[in-house]
Structures are given as C-alpha cells and as structure tokens.
C-alpha cells in the first residue's frame, strides 16, 4: 500500500523494491536529498503527521505523499496510521550517512555558538560529541574543520549563571525522565531562599540565561526559575504524572504576550544602536528618528527589573523616559554611583601632602 493520505484506521506497512526511489527521484539530487532527510526526520520521530513533513521541508502536502510512495517503493518500511501520521516500522534504521563539508561546518559553528550559552555539564557532552563526530570523517574533512577552527570564534554576552555551575544536563534530563526536583531557591526581588519541590517541565534559554520551567507545589502554578538563582538542588526519587500536554514554547508564547509585557519608552545614541538593538530581547514594537539624530524606541519588557540593569549598562547614552518609576530607578541608581565616587574624591582631596 503506498503512503498516500490514510484512509483507514489500520496500520499499513509500506514497502517495495529498492529501484524505485530511483525510478521516482530520477537523477534530481535535491530530491534524493529531501527523500534521506525525509527517512531521518521519520527515524528521528516516534510519529509524525504529513503536515509537520511538509512543514520542515517547506514542500506541499501532496508532495510529501508522493516522497512517501517513493520511499515505500524503495523498500523503506513506512507505516502509515489513519488520524495519527507517519513512522518507520520498530527495528528499522537508515546506516550511517557521511557528513558533508557543509554539514560538518554547521555542526561544529552550532557548538561554538552553543559552548558560549552552555554551562560546565552540556559543554563536556558538546565536546565528546564533536570529538566523535570529528573521529568518523575522512582526513580531508577533518582538514577542513581544523582550518575552520582556527578562522572561526564566537563569544557572545552572558549573564551571570553557567560559567562553573553543572546543572544543565542533570535538569535536562530530570525533565525527559519526569522526576521531582527539590530546590532551594533565591527569590532575588525578596530576598529570600525558599525550600520547593517543582515537577520540571522545559528548560530555555532567554534574555542570557537559562531558565527552568516547572510546576511549582508551592504556588500550585508553573513557575519560571532562573538556574543561577538555584542555590542547591536534589533529584528525588518521586516521578511525577500529568503535564502531558503541556510545551514549553506555548507557554512562553502566552507568558510573553503583550498584554502580559510591560511597555517602556527609551531614547537611544545613533552610536550605541545596533549594539542596543543586539543585546534587546525581542523587538521594538515602534521606532523613531528625532531631529538630533537619536532614536525614540517604544518596547515591551519581560520583566522592568532586568530593563533597569540593562538599560543602566548604557549610562548616558540611553534615556528612559517611561514609565516613571523606571526612570526614577535609574535616577536613584545613577546617585548611588556617583555618591560612592564622590566620597573618594573628597577623600583624596582632603588627604595630607
């Protein structure tokens, strides 16, 4: 049976001669690629629907029926389930591909970019991995990523958390097996520690840190914790149940809505700009270009807090305008500062000769 749209609610097994993928995909390299990479994303899923296919190759749901039909052909075991989608039959495995140059390349950037946000646990595994990567590629690939290493550096801002902490990996994969963690964390607007027991449900990266999205038991509500403000943490034994439905990108979709953002308003230097505009999470959701050549902004932050210190960074080359507290914020820092230097000053002034 070929894997055109399912019409049953029976699963069907999909397999023929190995001629015919080349019948179907002809001498079309770009297919022939789309039809491996096809076999992969099947290999890599438990199952998925026609749709998400189409979707990740950016091609039509008419043609992902018909790359389906081909690999069927081809002899590859394709089961086709009516109202749930598609998978490889159990036991089935593509053999090890060879990278190209290319493929090589972005792995290696994506680890570049990836060590810079990682902390100690995920930049080990990162290594490792790259180290066997590198160990399965013919002496000239390797070549080419050893000269690619030595053109290529990236450094990017951090926050303050993942330079020597290794909770990265263990929480990742607390999530995956859906087991309790116990935490003691600092809840840095009061000050204080408190002792939780959280059902881990994601882990992202935002606005330079990494954040753990998990069922609070104390609140009885999801909660956002910043990894740097774990102080200590403990995997229990307990496994937790539910939460099947639940994606950590729908959540933070709805908890970074605009209705949920807070709105301020700053006037940045044409010199810091780009530099500003880098560093932002998110975009401006208005801009423009006074008579002076600066630029009024109007943005949406996550959290005022985080836009006090950032913006603080900036000194006078950034004017917060609203809202007010926030501008007082920086006022009352901006005091602070030169108060303490103020003090040195008198003191050096005042020093006997």
């Not at 029976?10 to 397999?15: G, I, M, N």
């Not at 079309?28 to 990479?37: E, F, P, S, Y």
């Not at 096809?38 to 296919?53: N, S, W």
């Not at 951090?158 to 909770?167: D, F, L, P, Y």
């Amino acid at each position: 049976m070929t894997a055109s749209p399912p019409a049953h609610a029976k699963a069907d097994v999909l397999s023929l001669s190995t001629s015919g993928i080349l019948r179907h995909a002809g001498n079309c390299m770009n297919r022939i690629d789309r039809l491996t990479g096809m076999i992969l994303l099947l290999q890599g899923q438990r199952v998925i629907t026609a749709e998400t296919i189409a979707e990740h190759f950016e091609i039509s749901v008419r043609t992902v029926y018909r790359d389906l039909a081909a690999l069927g052909e081809a002899g590859v075991p394709i089961v086709a389930e009516a109202g749930v989608g598609y998978s490889l039959m159990r036991g089935y495995h593509m053999p090890p591909i060879m990278f190209t140059e290319d493929e090589a390349a972005a792995l290696f950037l994506s680890g570049e970019v990836a060590e810079q946000v990682a902390d100690d646990s995920l930049r080990q595994a990162l290594r490792a991995a790259m180290l066997k990567i590198k160990s399965v590629l013919p002496q000239e690939k390797r070549d080419y990523l050893h000269r690619l290493s030595n053109a290529v550096s990236v450094r990017l801002r951090r926050g303050s958390s993942g330079a020597k902490h290794e909770t990265l990996l263990p929480i990742q994969d607390a999530v995956v097996k859906r087991r309790c963690l116990a935490i003691s964390y600092d809840t840095a607007n009061r000050g204080a520690i408190t002792e939780r027991i959280v059902e881990p449900l994601g882990v992202v990266f935002y606005a330079r840190e990494w954040h753990l999205i998990a069922w609070c038991r104390l609140r009885q509500d999801v909660r956002d914790f910043r990894l740097d403000r774990i102080r200590a943490w403990r995997l229990c034994d307990e496994t937790y149940q539910g939460h099947e439905d639940f994606s950590v990108k729908e959540f933070l979709r709805s908890n970074t809505s605009t209705e949920e953002m807070a709105p301020a308003t700053v006037i940045v230097e044409q010199g810091v700009l780009e530099h500003f505009l880098q560093e932002l999470p998110g975009t401006p959701v208005a801009r423009k270009i006074l008579a002076d050549g600066r630029v009024h902004l109007e943005l949406l932050a996550f959290s005022m807090e985080w836009m006090h210190y950032f913006l603080l960074r900036y000194g006078t080359m950034v004017e917060a305008l609203e809202p007010a507290s926030m501008r007082d914020g920086l006022r009352a820092s901006a005091l602070a500062v030169a108060k303490r230097y103020e003090k040195e000053a008198m003191v050096q002034e005042f020093a006997p000769i």
